[in-house]
């Protein structure tokens, strides 16, 4: 269960390197034993702010709070904090155990056995069995602990690479694309055994991703991120449901993303018709960008529908059909599970609610690769 303490707050962080702005004004709290993802595409300033997080990078401006202390001028290892790389950089001269337990022979007695006055050596050396074992319990590889570590798979290795993380007892673990290097099946089953020790051991996770399924996947709160500023917060349902622009609508799932203009309240008007909506709130005029989900157009017969159009290309994806369909100059993308073949007349069709206005994004930047069409709106 998340608590609704804040762990760690990141106030009006900004870093530069150079001329490029990486982190421009961040501000984002995250709370005790939550799963964080941040998500974004490359070069968006996703693990810069996980090193600002653990210290190996130090923000121009602004301020990080760790359990209300500022965390600004505290190095790596005095943070209650550990990270897992994508690569692993285990010690390849030592066996399982041994890179398990590395960190846990650098600690005082008094720190492994805080109810003893003064612990034999047999004393120590059990406790850290007894640690390292359960780690290595919970990755699922302790029948692996005498293995040399070059003869492990990757996913073995990776899964070594955060027990030796965890058996520390960190408060907070960073996680930086750990699963990058696994192939897909591994990748998803490593998923859920990561969320699923998250929620056992009940450490804070932030982990960063660009893979937007992984982040659903795993994550009570995704941050999504480009050039450098957060672009929305909120559940993977929310965030899919009701992305606040056209760049989060495309990054999270599939979109069709056309320029629109709000005639009034409820009202929008794009492909050369008025749609009704049931967003309110914008300028009578105002110029927006209009998403619809390729699962919410729904094809009827040509008769019937708001739109009509031509199939002009089908591809099978497992569970649903995706077509391309254009109608009123625009190439539409539709998922359905009633196939018609490419050539054949449809009519197309959305409910009031699943037609999402946004407002236009005030950094021209931030529409690099956001596939908008052109429609008739406003002409
Ligand atoms: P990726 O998924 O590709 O790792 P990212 O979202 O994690 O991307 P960052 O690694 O935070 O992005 O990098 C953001 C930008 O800052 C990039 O343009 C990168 O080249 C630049 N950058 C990162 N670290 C440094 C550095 N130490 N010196 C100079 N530029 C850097």
């Not at 690569?87 to 590395?102: E, G, R, W």
Request: with cysteine; glycine share 8%; hydrophobic share 40%.
């Amino acid at each position: 269960m998340i608590d609704d303490t804040r762990l760690i707050e990141l106030i009006n962080i900004s870093k530069s390197f150079g001329d490029t702005h990486v982190l421009k004004n961040i501000n984002l709290y995250i709370r005790r034993k939550e799963f964080v993802t941040l998500l974004g595409p490359s070069g968006c300033g996703k693990t810069t702010m996980l090193r600002i997080i653990g210290g190996f990078e130090s923000a121009d401006e602004g301020q990080l709070i760790f359990d209300g202390k500022d965390l600004s001028s505290v190095p790596p290892y005095k943070r209650r904090v550990n990270t897992v790389f994508q690569k692993y950089a285990l010690f390849t001269h030592m066996n399982v155990f041994d890179n398990v337990a590395f960190g846990l022979k650098l600690k005082k007695p008094e720190e492994l056995l805080p109810g003893e006055k003064k612990p034999t050596r047999r004393q120590i050396k059990e406790e850290i069995k007894r640690r390292v074992m359960r780690m290595l319990k919970l990755v699922k590889m302790d029948a692996y602990a005498k293995r040399g570590v070059d003869q492990l798979s990757g996913g073995q290795q990776q899964r070594i690479a955060i027990a030796r993380a965890l058996v520390n007892e960190p408060e907070v673990l960073l996680l930086d694309e750990p699963l990058g290097a696994l192939d897909l099946k591994l990748r998803r089953e490593m998923q859920l055994e990561l969320k699923s020790m998250q929620q056992q051991l009940g450490i804070t996770f932030i982990y960063v991703t660009h893979d937007q399924e992984e982040a659903l996947t795993m994550s009570d709160t995704i941050v999504v991120l480009n050039a450098g500023e957060i672009q929305q917060i909120g559940d993977g349902k929310s965030i899919y449901d009701e992305p606040n622009n056209a760049f989060v609508a495309n990054f999270i799932g599939d979109s069709n993303i056309l320029e629109a203009v709000m005639v009034k309240d409820y009202e929008v008007f794009a492909a050369g018709r008025s749609f009704e909506c049931v967003d309110e709130g914008f300028a009578e005029n105002e110029p927006v960008d209009m998403v619809v989900r390729p699962e919410d157009i729904m094809l009827v017969g040509e008769d019937v529908g708001m739109l009509t159009g031509e199939v002009k290309s089908v591809l099978f994806k497992g569970v649903h059909y995706e077509m391309f369909v254009e109608a009123a100059g625009i190439r539409w993308k539709v998922h359905s599970t009633t196939m018609y073949p490419v050539g054949s007349r449809v009519g197309l069709t959305v409910v009031p609610s699943n037609i999402h206005i946004m407002h236009k994004m005030a950094d021209e930047d931030a529409y690099v690769g956001v596939p908008i069409q052109k429609s008739e709106a406003g002409q």
